[in-house]
DNA sequence: GAATTCATGTAACTTGTTACATGATTTA
DNA sequence: TAAATCATGTAACAAGTTACATGAATTC
């Protein structure tokens, strides 16, 4: 249950809504791990059963209610135990459908295979974007002495993604290059 | 339905049973499609169902029968429809437990960190193995005439996981680098 | 006036994982 | 003689996705 570990681990934090984690698990987490409103929303109510968070209704005027969990002791212990040990497999089952596809892309044009490609440059130019925004986050995040000793750990992170997107883009750009040689022998051929 | 595609895409080079379905999702196809058998088993039955395999029972002599599938036309077509129509999305949702523990990992111990960012580098190290091996593998079997159209699109995904295995080893080595110099600097203090 | 945001969720479905079951044959 | 391989699966469960539902308040 690595989704309710994330969501204690944000309820660490403090108090807050199923919107508010969303917010959280969108914005600076769903780099490695994504969640729907659903699931959360689920996932808390699991938690609770367990005993592991505990909410409050607090009424709002003009505004719906809000549902704030927060941890409980076994909640706080249950993270801590889950952070501790070592998870037997560190990298979960990879799956990628862009990968799958060229698997099989003999069976599609060059030209196809090209423009998929380039797409997929254009997603890691965006991600790129998407973040240093995040790096920016972190930046404003840690003015707050609370959370400034996470800093360089959420740093690991952005490093370890800013590799991961050069080494896509330069592969991307790779491939294109390899296409119109192909191209270009098969023409000759 | 990716799994279903993987495996029409599979049966498209031929007639197989299961369990030669599940040696090749493990061996060259686990870099980015992983599989358990029994899932396998359950999805060539809904394939089956739908109309888009089909499986003969072959008795052999001191061994289990075998249940060979390949495909009906339908599911030809539904493969290359699939393989023709883009994606809406070509990445997965990103999940990666490794980084959500690095992300709370201000909670654990920084000699925890470190061995836990080694063996992810040990990790990678056992994966460039096997993407030698995969390597060596695609030479071999593009040796037969029918399959050597294939090799450059292999290839594709060979360079992408060298790259991205690469990217991880310095990315680990980086980090290690970092937690040294923030160990001894807590030290000092 | 239309779209978006805030905030809550439920239901149905699909996909993935884990554990269990069988039983002969081959290899170390 | 123990383990691994061949080959088939079922059952129960956990996790993830998609579609649907509500309704006020705010922004364009």
Not at 40 to 54: C, Q
Request: proline content about 3%; some cysteine.
């Amino acid at each position: 249950m690595s989704l309710g570990n994330a969501l204690l681990g944000l309820l660490s934090h403090g108090p807050m809504t199923g919107y508010d984690l969303k917010k959280l698990l969108d914005h600076p987490i769903g780099f490695f791990w994504a969640a729907q409103m659903s699931q959360i929303y689920r996932e808390l109510n699991t938690l609770e059963e367990k005993g592991l968070v505990k909410s409050e209704i607090i009424p709002q005027e003009k505004r719906p209610d809000r549902k704030v969990y927060q941890l409980t002791k076994g909640g706080k212990e249950t993270f801590l135990s889950w952070l501790n040990k070592f998870p037997d497999q560190l990298n979960e089952a990879s799956r990628s459908r862009f990968l799958l596809r060229i698997f099989f892309s003999s069976k599609i044009k060059l030209d196809e295979l090209a423009f998929e490609i380039k797409r997929y440059k254009k997603e890691m130019e965006e991600q790129l974007g998407y973040l240093n925004k995040v790096a920016q986050w972190i930046k404003d995040y840690s003015r707050e002495k609370k959370l400034k000793k996470h800093a360089f750990y959420w740093n690991l992170i952005v490093k370890k993604e800013h590799k991961s997107i050069a080494a896509g883009t330069e592969w991307a750009d790779e491939c294109l290059q390899l296409i119109e040689q192909k191209k270009r022998k098969e023409k000759r051929i």
